[in-house]
């Protein structure tokens, strides 16, 4: 079966982003908090009705479970199950030790509705793609909207330490990405912040990751966001230009992420929408609510509306 995203007959696109939901072992304890994060998800499937399902990282455990593979397969089942597409990311916890991120691959890519893909063989990390959404018209409509995936590593080696960054080839195949579909929406990027304005608009588009970048913590400082933070920005300590690259190609409007589970922020800099998830797994550390954050998408509209369902059924931004 062949996938084809496009914004329905309305002009509007909705994604859910779920995130850290940390699937563990066969164990009763985590099983019990295991069950809760699926029925969660069900249900925000249910309620919410999205175009897209889109999971930023950490859909399991690894390091200390006996069988990963099968921790992630109930991991993806209640996605799966719901019949709509869906897309991935890993994070650092999904293939830290016993499992490949290749072989968890391999299991997303046994569905129909997985659009999850390797990416590039040449560059670093496994998922970096670039998905496509259609606008409504009769015949399929050109192409309206681009979804960047990048895979965000693991650790960064020593003796630097902490988290792994988004590697230059990953920004560059980025770029060059952002050029191609420009080339074929008719429009043109030229060089410099904001000149993509000035060539005529590159092809809106949002970005996926697990670890955040850098200017997450430059956003909540400059006190240009919304939301909660209750824990420390655990970007790398490297900066390797994504967000800069973003800026200067025009296209991205928004990025999601995950990784730190006491903060949901959302926050603007330099015209991008720099994004948390709501963590959506019980069986992790955090004191926020579970919940998913979803994304609304106007069709001929460079903007977007975000908001955060909660396990209560609150709504929060």
């Keep these: 079966m062949s996938v084809d995203l496009k914004f329905n007959e309305q002009g509007t696109f909705k ?6 939901m940390h699937f563990g072992d066969d164990k009763e304890e985590d099983r019990v908090k295991d069950g809760k994060t699926a029925a969660l998800i069900e249900r925000i499937i249910s309620e919410e009705k999205p ?7 950490d859909m399991i455990w690894s390091h200390g479970v006996p069988d990963p593979k099968a921790s992630f397969r109930r991991a993806i089942a209640p996605v799966v199950a719901s019949g ?3 897309a991935a990311v890993f994070g650092n916890h999904d293939a830290e030790a016993g499992v490949t991120r290749e072989e968890l691959l391999d299991i997303q890519q046994q569905y129909e509705t997985c659009l999850s893909v390797a990416g590039p063989a040449d560059i670093h990390g496994t998922g970096n793609y670039v998905l496509t959404v259609r606008g409504s018209g009769a015949e399929g409509g050109a192409e309206a909207l681009a979804l960047y995936f990048f895979d965000s590593g693991i650790n960064a080696p020593e003796p630097i330490g902490g988290y ?14 952002a050029r191609q579909l420009a080339e074929r929406a008719g429009t043109g990027i030229g060089a ?12 809106p588009a949002l ?15 400059a006190g240009q966001a919304t939301g909660t933070k209750e824990e420390k920005v655990e970007c790398p300590k490297i900066n390797t230009g994504l967000f800069g690259a973003m800026v200067h190609m025009g296209d991205v409007m928004g990025a999601f992420v995950g990784h730190d589970h006491d903060n ?5 800099l330099h015209g991008i929408r720099l994004c948390y998830g709501r963590v959506t797994g019980y069986n992790c550390y955090g004191k926020l609510q579970r919940g998913a954050r979803v994304i609304r998408l106007t ?19």
Excluded: M, S
């Design 15 to 20: 994604i859910v982003q779920f995130t850290d």
């Design 51 to 57: 175009d897209l399902i889109v999971l930023t990282g």
């Design 84 to 86: 709509l597409p869906w």
């Design 164 to 177: 792994a960054w988004i590697h230059p080839d990953q920004v560059n195949w980025y770029t060059r990405q």
């Design 192 to 203: 410099g912040a904001g000149a993509g304005e000035e060539a005529g608009f590159p092809l």
């Design 207 to 221: 970005a996926f990751f697990h670890i955040p970048v850098p200017e997450y913590d430059e956003v909540w400082n």
């Design 264 to 268: 949901d922020y959302c926050g603007t």
């Design 299 to 317: 069709e001929g509209k460079r903007d977007f509306e975000t908001w955060i369902v909660e396990a209560d059924g609150g709504i929060g931004r």
